[in-house]
């Protein structure tokens, strides 16, 4: 089970730190990513953490502003969000994918390839 949260309304120019707190060991997992969802839009990846190596990968759209950290002793993966835009309202998901996941899947974040979901926590940034 995946919990998000750190959520809410942020104002154009701040920052939000998301929290996703996995019930087990994070390491039980290949790999955790974060993904949104923006009103009428698909879902999309933009950081993922391959656990083994503990290599992480962001999308160009977030790369520079989003930073992606774990806490092993805490079972829980963080995404810092800075200098945050209306663009960036969505609704934000950790995702876990299992050991049989291939990397380059994760690294790649297919969303198709995630297999357990949080429940999502919304990120309001107004224009």
């Known amino acids: 089970q995946l919990v998000e949260s750190g959520g809410g309304l942020v104002q154009p120019g701040g920052s939000l730190r998301l929290s996703c707190a996995a019930s087990?060991?994070?390491?039980?997992?290949?790999?955790i990513g974060w993904f949104r969802q923006a009103p009428g839009k698909e879902r999309e990846g933009i950081a993922a953490?391959?656990?083994?190596?503990?290599?992480?990968y962001y999308a160009h759209s977030v790369k520079g502003r989003f930073v992606m950290t774990r806490d092993n002793a805490k079972n829980t993966v963080y995404l810092q969000m800075n200098d945050l835009t209306a663009a960036h309202t969505a609704v934000y998901y950790c995702?876990?994918?299992?050991?049989?996941?291939?990397?380059?899947?994760?690294?790649?974040?297919?969303?198709?390839?995630?297999?357990?979901w949080g429940q999502g926590t919304q990120v309001t940034v107004p224009s």
């Open positions: 995702a876990a994918a299992t050991y049989a996941t291939p990397l380059l899947y994760i690294a790649n974040m297919r969303f198709r390839s995630f297999a357990y």
């Open positions: 087990g060991c994070t390491s039980s997992y290949n790999g």
């Open positions: 953490i391959t656990m083994r190596d503990g290599k992480i």
